[in-house]
């Protein structure tokens, strides 16, 4: 394959990624739209130079998810950046949506999960299936099965106090 179609590929699928990449970038960002765009950014790049290693044991979704993730995660490291997760995304979503209490609920629970727990729960989201998760979080099938379990019953208690 040569670099010019090799660039077209990757193009195409960060298109039918870019959701997915916007979310796992809004889960981290800090500065608003700026530093969402700039996460991103990052995020593309680390994706472009890890692109001839895919060997396609796993989804294309589950690797990009967890190169997005790693490259973040190194960023905040780096930068010090405060975690403050899914401002800008919900901000996007909260102008078009019926479902804006919901949204802002869900938001402010996920923001109070443990960071592995939020990836969990943004694979799931996602539509990831519970092998795929275990792949990406590194933990074995029944581990995450029963992680994720807790995990929704935490933020049903969280965004249901009083039932």
Known sequence: ????ERQKEFVEIVKQHERLILK?????????????KDLYQE??????????????DSRLSTWIFSVTRFTI?????KNRLKIIPL???HEMVAAHSETT????????????????????????????????IASAVGMKYGAVATRLTRIKMK?????????
Not at 24 to 36: E, I, K, M, N, P
Not at 155 to 163: F, G, R, S, T, V
Request: aromatic share 8%.
């Open 87 to 89: 401002e800008s995304e």
């Open 1 to 4: 394959m040569t670099l010019e």
């Open 43 to 56: 995020a593309v790049c680390a994706l472009w130079e890890a692109y001839p290693s895919y060997r396609g």
């Open 101 to 132: 209490i919901a949204t802002e609920e869900l938001r402010s629970a996920l923001e109070r999960l443990q960071t592995d727990e939020k990836d969990m729960m943004v694979m799931w989201l996602e539509g990831f299936d519970l092998d795929e």
């Open 24 to 36: 796992v970038c809004a889960l981290y960002s800090d500065a608003g739209s700026d530093g969402l």
């Open 73 to 77: 995660l190194n960023q905040i490291r």
């Open 155 to 163: 933020l049903k208690a969280m965004m249901n106090p009083n039932k």
